[in-house]
């Protein structure tokens, strides 16, 4: 028999061997090496919950954030507990535009539409404050409203019609208007200063906005360094997720007659006489 098996090839390892790595390979884990690895799963989730949450802020605070509305002042375009997300990058690649759904911060200036308690301590103050982060509460001082005008724009209410006109050129509200308002019921009639807007709600009867503010500086207009973003669509409930568009009737090109380019035709208005003048001297010169 050895002499066959050497014949043939390698000697065979003894049956003993092949039973022991047989053993071996079929060994189930111990119990301290499970327990092991449950442990180092819940020792990782607290960190995969942190970067999770610093991710989520980097992103709310530079790009997208979520905004609960808690009044009715935007109805029905927005309804009370809908929420909305707000593009902050839009406004570093273009102006705010007329018919723009914007939220911006009253910190210091507009009195809340609605009043909120103050947290009772830290851990509550601390919710509140990841609950607004994340569009779950509403912030107190943020409001979200229409952009009516913008800067160098001539606002006014109302024409023989009943109707706002910017720049002279009535606009239509009837697609987002809330059913059974006026446009206005109090009289306003202003020019935007540069570098701020004039807001109102689209439920104008119950909305505190910049005509509840001409007594401020600027008239009742808000800055534009307030501006937080434009909202650009319902997330929720989910039976109203829609985008938020503007409205036809701010690309009226009767509304670009002056308002945001009033310094372009400012310095046409004094290009034209220094071009007339330079000629004149040319003439005589000759």
Sequence with gaps: MTSESQEHGAARRPVEDEVDVVAEETQKPAKGEKKEKKGSFWKELPVLVVVALVLALIIKTFVVQAFYIPSESMENT???????????????????????????????????EFQMEEPSNPVAAFFRWVGTAFGI?????????????????????????NRITVNGTPIDEESYLYPGNVPSDKFFNITVPEGRLWVMGDHRSVSLDSRSHTGDAGGGSIPVSQVIGRAFVIVWPFNRATSIDIPDTFSQPALQALGGSVPLVAGFGLAVPLVLVRRRLRGRKR
């Design 78 to 112: 927005l309804l009370k507990n809908d929420r909305v997300l707000v593009n902050k990058l839009v406004y570093h690649t273009r102006d705010i535009e007329r018919g723009d759904v914007v939220v911006f911060s009253g910190v210091d200036s507009w009195d809340g």
């Design 137 to 161: 509460v509403p912030g107190e001082k943020d409001y979200i409203k229409r952009v009516i005008g913008v800067g160098g724009d001539h606002v006014k209410c109302c024409d023989s019609k």
